[in-house]
């Protein structure tokens, strides 16, 4: 009887992701070499620092501090990049990429800042990029979206991709307290990072819509050339209001495509959804992405988008699909094409303009507390061609101000830029306004 080949995997990075994918594996082995017909070896790892006390245990020869002598490794034919960042997660890619090999990632920042020239090296070498793990965690989108709805054009791709976020909006609710507060909660329940900016601020999000808008257009969209807006400037208050109007809030991630007009807008800001809709009723630290495919209609995805288990499964998933590809030439044709190429390649595919992105605005903003001020507002915004369709005004601290918030009619991104920039000069309006976007999504 021919000896099973033996697939070696090398992982960099054995951090939270790491570490549950050593373990994860280490305790299903048996089980995938039985199916795949194959003997699997957690043959290396690196670090950064050999000292840190880890939940796994490595013989000391698997391990290194030179995460590049792994992804070189000529016996090494896996490799997982699972070091994060985008310096030494780059090099350790390309260079992997380059022997040929297949490497497993989930480093969202690093596809959406460089992917194009990942796949481009992944291609010219014979090697393979798969991506599972870097958006929604737990969740098998990418491959939903590359092989289940295989089929289908994607109009419309919106949902919650970041679980810090969701939780800290969430708890805001719940508790009626302020972002300060619940953010500082999230640091000491190891929701948020010692630096929250990359997820409050939206750019996590932006990341992993940049890798759903490749996937689902085959167009590498920059997140500078996005909306992206984080939600460090809701307050309870704004929860309040919303509900009052028969919304809750979330931060989505919204992939937009005309196939007539052949437009895509890709953005990712704080969005009233209606109380009854699904997603809004996500909560806590889980995901949810809506997919509206021309052929299937809509499916809907929720699950937990990060932490160590959840991210372990989906690197496994294709760890097994990198497996597949080595193991059988015929089926790595037919997957190579899969994994180094968009679910829908798109040539024709360009940003829609702002005033082409059209929408129902909630403003909220703090004017002074004196007759006249919401005939100016309602000027300055019918000047843009904005309107007003409901009103919500109460006193507020200081004396002498009040909170306004208003929503408008339907109108566009350029309009409501311009609406903006004329209330910021009104003397009445004494701070920044507020600007949430409304989400008419039918499903
Ligand atoms: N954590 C999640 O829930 C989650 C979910 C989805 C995707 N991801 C993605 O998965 C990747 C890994 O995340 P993680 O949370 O596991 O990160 P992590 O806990 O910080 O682990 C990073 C690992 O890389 C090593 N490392 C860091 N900088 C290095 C350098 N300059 N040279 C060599 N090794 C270095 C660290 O070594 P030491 O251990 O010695 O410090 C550690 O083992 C990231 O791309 C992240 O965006 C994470």
Known sequence: ?????????????LGTVGQGVWKHLSRIR????????VKLELARASVRDRRKV????LAPGKLTTDPLAVATDPNIDIVCELIGGTTVARDVTLAALACGKVVVSANKALISKHGAELFETARRHGGHFLFEASVAGGIPLIKALREGLVANRFPLIYGILNGTCNYILTQMEEQDAPYPAILGEAKKLGY????????VLGWD?????VVLAFLAHGTWVKPEQMIVEGIDRITPGDFKNAAALGYGIKLLAVIARDFKSGELSVRVHPTLLPESH???????????????????????????????DATASAVISDLVDAVSLLKNDRRAFITARKSNAPARPEKVCRLAPPAHIRGRYYLRMTVSDEPGVLAQI????????????SVIQSAQEPAGAASLVLTTHQSDERAIAATLSR???????LEKPLLLRIGDFSE
């Not at 009887?1 to 990075?13: E, T």
């Not at 048996?30 to 017909?37: D, I, K, Q």
């Not at 948020?192 to 997820?199: K, M, Q, R, T, Y």
């Not at 309602?378 to 369709?389: E, K, L, P, T």
């Open 423 to 429: 209330l910021a000069r009104l003397k009445c309006v």
């Open 30 to 37: 048996t089980e995938l070499e039985s199916r795949l017909g």
């Open 205 to 209: 999000t932006a990341h992993k819509a």
């Open 192 to 199: 948020a990072e010692a630096d929250e900016s990359l997820d």
């Open 54 to 57: 880890r939940t796994v245990k």
């Open 278 to 308: 699904v997603v809004a009723k996500v909560s806590g630290v889980f995901n949810a992405v809506s997919v509206q495919g021309d052929v299937a209609g809509t499916t809907l995805y929720i699950g937990r988008g990060a932490g160590q």
């Open 378 to 389: 309602a000027a300055a915004m019918a000047g843009q061609g904005v309107s007003i369709a």
């Open 1 to 13: 009887m021919s000896q099973p080949l033996v697939i070696r995997i090398g992982i960099c990075g």
